[in-house]
Structures are given as C-alpha cells and as structure tokens.
C-alpha cells in the first residue's frame, strides 16, 4: 500500500522524473509486493512442514498459468498486461497456499487479525498521502512508523512483540550506560 500512495514521488525521486508512464506500472506491481509478503511466508510453512511437493506444484502451476496470461495479455496491453499477469499468478499463488495450508496444516484464523492490519493499513497510507510532497524516504519511514504503532496500539500479538522489544532496547541501553 505505501508503494502504491508513493509510487509517482519515489519514481520521480529515483529517476528524476524521467519516466511518468511508469508511475500506473509501479502502482499494479505494489499489490504483487502484498500478496508476496503473504504467499511466501506461507510457502515457508508448506516447506517447514515437509510439504515442499505442494508447494512445488504451487508454483509449477503458477509459472505456466503466468506464461499462458502473459501470451494473451502482453499483445493486447504491453506493461499493463504483464504487470497484470504477475498480479494474477501471484494471487493464484496466495489462494493456492493458503488453501493447501488451511486443508493440511493448521486452520488460519484470518479474520481475528486482519480488521487491525486492515485499519493500520489504511491509516499508513493517508499518512504517506498527506506527506507526499516531502522526500519519499521521509514519507514512508513515517507513515510505516504510524502503522507499526497502530499495530502494537490495536493487536494483543503485536503489543506483546512491541513490548519485548521495548524490553530489549531498554536492556541495551542500560548495559551501554
């Protein structure tokens, strides 16, 4: 989501705003960044539970779906239909495992995290939003400390990591003292 808010400024700052047509390119990519985020830490569980064969076939199935997609859309729409390809391999991906996760490992309880992530997530982009207009560096590492307090604010899981590693901090800082 933040790749998506920041994409025209951190091309522009990147590029020195030498290649505006690839700001809508960036902005279709940003969601594949999401889905990977989650399909490969659930491909990480198909691997540590000795499933490395489903995942295998996750992606066997993947990459020819992505190759037929690709011969159908590139022709007809270039950049956009590759980038939508990727979108759509990687969202098959995602479902793939977690279906497959969810039948044979354990179930996921989505819904019991996901309104927090949801809401912290939405309120990190208008943060980058409302700060677009300064350095791009300086927009995200403010918007993605906004989200991280709003995790550990919102989420039980996540005060309990925010708190240990406030532990951890203060114990650093004493041993230095």
Known sequence: MLMFVLAKPLLGWL???RFPESVPVLMLLSWFFALECLSFSLGDVLT???RQWQRTWVQ???ALGNVLINLVLIPKYGIYGASIATLLTELFVFAAYFWVVRRNVYRIRLLRQL???VVATLVMALAAYLLRNLHP???AAAAGIVYLLLLIGLDRDFRRI??????RGLRLV???S
Do not use: D, E, F, M
């Open 137 to 139: 560096l300086i927009s």
């Open 162 to 167: 925010g708190t240990y590693v406030q532990q």
């Open 48 to 50: 540590t539970t000795n």
């Open 60 to 62: 066997g199935i993947a």
């Open 15 to 17: 590029y020195a705003h």
């Open 174 to 176: 004493k041993l230095r």
């Open 115 to 117: 309104p927090n992530i």
